[in-house]
């Protein structure tokens, strides 16, 4: 893994090891990712007839929309994450910045659970 | 034992903001981190609620509609739309400028100053697609 040389360290992962490149790459997948799955929600809402109750829950009901909304959740919940936890890296320090990471992954990851509960209970219930 | 170490004294910081003139490189570059935690802290509470709501029967939902289509959510809704765009053109940006591309001082200006006009475009129509369109 290149230890031999300055250069091949600087190539390899510096001084965070692999998990900045791994923080850095995941970042841009899931912006990639991001990318496409809010277009189509986007373009879907907007092309939607209607908004009320009905049309919207006959909507996500099908397969090739529950699918990719939990797929949005997904991608752009991890994305969201990897970004603030930048920023609270960039400003907080010492015990306030560990308070900090643990309140973003506890407000991620709870509402990551809402929202994925929800579009499978409206997915999966009979109607 | 080692005794606690004493804190050494705080480094001098860069005053980062308020010494450079405002650039639109400089504007978007912030922008980009202003947007994308509106959109981690607004629109993501709000699309969780929205799947919650549905979720929760036609009740919940009808609070929620009353809510978001109330002037104030318009006015919240559409400043959301704007981040979501602006941070999406950004985005789109820092894409190239990954790839090693538009580093030169004219490309660089032009693709920010294209993110606040594609964001500014981009929410006006949906917006108009929205109000105009289905007649809310």
């Known amino acids: 893994m290149g230890n031999g040389t300055q250069l091949g360290r600087v190539r390899g992962l510096g001084a965070g090891g692999g998990a900045v490149v791994h923080h850095w790459w995941l970042q841009r997948v899931t912006a990639v990712a991001s990318l496409f799955l809010v277009l189509w929600f986007v373009f879907s ?9 009905a049309s919207t829950v006959m909507w996500l009901r099908q397969p090739l929309v529950a699918v990719p909304m939990c797929l949005l959740v997904v991608s752009v919940f991890w994305h969201f994450r990897l970004g603030v936890q930048v920023m609270l890296e960039d400003y907080l320090h010492g015990s306030k910045r560990v308070i900090a990471l643990l309140a973003l992954n506890f407000y991620t990851f709870a509402l990551a659970a809402l929202a994925l509960f929800s579009v499978l209970k409206v997915a999966l219930s009979a109607g | 034992m080692a005794s606690r170490p004493i804190a050494p004294p705080p480094r001098p910081l860069s005053p980062h903001l308020t010494i450079w003139k405002w650039r639109v490189h400089m504007a978007v570059s912030i922008v980009h981190r202003v947007t994308g935690h509106a959109l981690a802290f607004g629109a993501v509470v709000i699309f969780a609620w929205w799947l919650a709501s549905l979720a929760s029967g036609p009740t919940y939902y009808r609070l929620f509609q009353d809510i978001v289509f ?6 919240v809704g559409f400043g959301l739309t704007w981040s979501m765009f602006q941070h999406m053109g950004s985005g789109i940006r820092h894409f190239i400028m990954d790839s090693g591309e538009g580093f030169d001082l004219v ?4 693709m920010a100053l294209a993110t606040f006009a594609f964001s500014a475009i981009a929410t006006l129509a949906f917006w108009a697609f929205i109000l105009l369109g289905r007649g809310y």
């Open chain 2, 107 to 110: 490309t660089s200006r032009r």
């Open chain 1, 45 to 53: 809402l907007a092309r939607l007839p209607s908004l009320d109750y």
């Open chain 2, 70 to 75: 109330s002037p104030l959510g318009v006015v």
